[in-house]
């Protein structure tokens, strides 16, 4: 009787051992479950967080292309042309007297897309005028445009750089200034122009150019190819500042 009732306790400990393996069995299954779908929550925050990182990463730095002294009856149909077919869109600050002798290529300038920017009406350095005769060169570009346009221009670049600050508290406009100027003005070596701003590119880059000139138009062009391969998004100086 003793080694029967010993095998009946061996059995019930047996059984008491499968029973607890079993509970810590499932257990440590569960506690192992609970660890794979912490580490997956882990995992996708990661993954989003790579993905947000992503998304800043490729964001593409962003640079405005402007075109000082035009329109050109020469020149400026051609740079339109090639910004066109590359769907660029450009700043052009326009020479009062120039917009008015033509007012085709201000309508296309205006009706592709590019914004509109105040140049004076006859190229002159605005320090050197009464207040007067300051806001006439720039009522005028601006009532010039207007008439063609529709439209009130909203940005000035003085000529020369040069420029009184209570003027634009006076007359509604905000002078922008350049950021990369190759000195277009000064070569014909369209490769020096475009070696210069290309090195000097930088996201927030404002790139100074004058479409009075066939070198700056060449340049321009290449400029546009080399910088948008490089990942570069051509912006508008209103696009750039608002922003
Ligand atoms: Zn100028």
């Known amino acids: 009787m003793n080694g029967r009732r010993r095998y009946h306790e061996i059995k019930v400990l047996c059984l008491i051992l499968v029973l607890v393996s079993f509970i810590y069995g499932g257990t440590f299954k569960n506690s192992s479950n609970l660890d794979v779908e912490s580490s997956t929550v882990i995992m996708e925050e990661k993954q989003e967080k790579d993905n947000k990182k992503t998304d800043r990463d490729i964001e593409a730095p962003r640079i405005a292309i402007t075109f000082d002294d035009g329109p050109s009856a020469s020149y400026t149909g051609k740079l339109l042309d090639g910004l066109k077919e590359r769907g660029i869109r450009a700043t052009f600050f326009l020479i009062g007297e120039y917009a008015e002798m ?48 529709g439209e009130h221009i909203r940005y000035v670049r003085p000529p020369f750089g040069v420029w009184q600050k209570d003027l634009e508290l006076e007359m509604e406009v905000l002078p922008v200034m350049w950021t990369i100027d190759p000195l277009d003005w000064t070569t014909e070596n369209v490769g020096e122009i475009v070696n210069k701003v290309v090195t000097e590119a930088e996201e927030g880059g404002i790139i100074l150019l004058h479409d009075c000139y066939a070198s700056s138009v060449e340049a321009a062009l290449r400029i546009v190819d080399l910088l948008t391969e490089e990942g570069y998004e051509f912006v508008t100086v209103d696009e750039m500042i608002l922003d």
């Open 102 to 149: 033509n007012p085709e290529l201000v309508r296309r300038i205006y009706e592709e897309g590019h914004v509109i920017g105040n140049h004076t009406y006859h190229h002159v350095d605005i320090t050197r005028l009464s207040d007067e005769e300051a806001a006439y060169e720039i009522n005028e570009t601006d009532k010039v445009v207007y008439g063609i346009t």
